[in-house]
């Protein structure tokens, strides 16, 4: 459409009329519009808060804040200082790397296969009983022979643990708590455990890197497996670590390291 000479010069009054959008500014520094949208976005991305008038004013008020703030931090010279360049530098590299990492994952996606095997191996791993177990540890096997002795005696097993155990169990009675795999505990526990009869006590001590213990087996279970989808989210976290961790291997074994 052509304007006639009139319409035209209307138009042009209309456009010099309109307000311009307006921008803050803190000592005539202005605060980019383009960073409040940014910060929204944010806050609305995490799950925070809604887009909002109310949510776009607090950004903005806290923006304005940290400008009068930082202004005054470097009037008086403290970013020059070498501890606050030391703690921005190090600020510098966690931001970079975390960006690179962050990339590294978009291009790594873990697999439908590969977290269905990571499950497997949770379940092979979890076995298929179950064990509930109480425990006395002491420092020496001389204290461990001498509770089995009085157990033999005739002493209850929870009151031995009470007065003689040395971990937090002692107050339980050495309950252990929770069900538990043989792969939850030292090897030379669980091996010593899973080879006792319900309600039967080790008749020689258990030696592991926290001391001697004294074992008792409450009960046995078969294994209660989580579900496939209860824990396809930790499943995927974990190979995605796996990934993370071979990438940050590869990298230091490149390295010249002197």
Not at 85 to 103: G, T, V, W
Not at 117 to 125: F, N, S
Not at 161 to 169: C, I, L, N, V, W
């Amino acid at each position: 459409m052509i304007l006639k000479p009139a319409r035209l010069m209307l138009a042009l009054i209309a456009l010099a009329a309109a307000p311009a959008f307006a921008q803050t500014t803190v000592n005539g520094k202005p605060i980019p519009n383009s960073k409040i949208e940014l910060l929204v976005k944010q806050e609305v991305a995490q799950g925070k808060q809604t887009d909002s008038p109310q949510l776009r004013e607090a950004v903005k008020r806290n923006l304005i804040v940290r400008e009068v703030l930082i202004q005054e931090a470097d009037k008086q010279g403290v970013g020059t200082r070498a501890d606050v360049k030391a703690a921005l530098e190090n600020a510098r590299q966690s931001i970079i790397i975390n960006a690179m990492l962050a990339d590294f994952v978009k291009k790594h996606p873990v697999s439908d296969a590969e977290v269905r095997a990571e499950y497997d191996r949770y379940k092979l791993q979890r076995g298929d009983k179950e064990y509930h177990a109480r425990h006395i540890l002491v420092a020496t096997e001389d204290e461990a022979k001498a509770a089995i002795a009085k157990i033999k005696a005739g002493s209850k097993f929870e009151d031995l643990a009470k007065t003689m155990s040395k971990d937090s169990t002692a107050a339980n009675g050495g309950d252990l708590v929770e069900w538990m795999s043989v792969n939850d505990l030292a090897p030379e526990f669980s091996k010593a455990m899973a080879a006792l009869q319900k309600g039967a006590v080790t008749d020689v001590p258990v030696k592991t890197s926290y001391g001697y213990h004294v074992i008792k087996l409450e009960d046995v279970r078969p294994s209660k497996i989580a579900s496939f989808e209860e824990v396809k989210q930790q499943a995927t976290d974990s190979v995605q670590q796996r990934k993370l961790q071979v990438f940050r291997d590869e990298l230091m074994k490149k390295a010249k390291i002197q």
